[in-house]
C-alpha cells in the first residue's frame, strides 16, 4: 500500500467515467439506493476503482438501511485515512483511497459491533474483486 498512485487530473479523466470522476476526485456523493453495489451480499473483496487498492471485506459488510454499501471496518488499517469534512453545514469524518486519495464517502460512529463505525462508501468509489 505504501506505492502511492498520483496522476493528472487529465489522466484520471480518461480513465474513470465521468460519474466516478465526480465522487472520486471532486467528493461528489451519489444518490441513496442507486449504486452497483448498495445491496451487494456475494462473497469478495471491494477495490478502489481508481487504483485497485483492497478497501472493504464483504464479511465485513452490512445493511445500514442508508442505501450506500456500509462496512464496519476497512481490510486493514493502511487502506483508507480520513479526514474532517465541515462541508454542507455538517461536521464528519470524509474517507479517501490512502494509495490514490480518491474520495470514497464518510465514517460515523453508529455502527455495529464491535467496531461501533459505519464506512458509509459510494459505489461507484468501488469495483468488486473476488
Not at 448498495?38 to 487498492?53: I, N, V
Not at 455538517?90 to 460515523?108: A, D, I, K, P, T
Request: glycine letters at 10%; charged letters at 35%; one cysteine or more.
Amino acid at each position: 500500500m505504501d506505492d502511492k498512485v498520483e496522476k493528472s487530473d487529465e489522466e484520471w479523466r480518461r480513465e474513470l467515467t465521468p460519474e466516478q470522476y465526480r465522487v472520486l476526485r471532486q467528493k461528489g456523493t451519489e444518490r441513496a439506493f442507486t449504486g452497483a453495489l448498495w445491496d451487494d451480499h456475494e462473497p469478495g473483496r471491494f477495490l478502489c476503482a481508481g487504483c485497485s487498492a483492497e478497501l472493504f471485506r464483504a464479511e465485513d459488510k452490512f445493511d445500514s438501511g442508508t442505501g450506500w454499501p456500509s462496512f464496519s471496518r476497512p481490510a486493514n488499517a493502511r487502506a483508507v485515512a480520513s479526514e474532517r469534512d465541515s462541508s454542507h453545514g455538517m461536521e464528519r469524518s470524509e474517507v479517501h483511497c490512502r494509495r490514490c486519495g480518491g474520495h470514497l464517502g464518510h465514517v460515523f460512529q453508529d455502527g455495529p459491533a464491535p467496531t461501533g463505525e459505519r464506512y458509509c462508501i459510494n459505489s461507484l468509489s468501488l469495483k468488486k474483486g473476488r
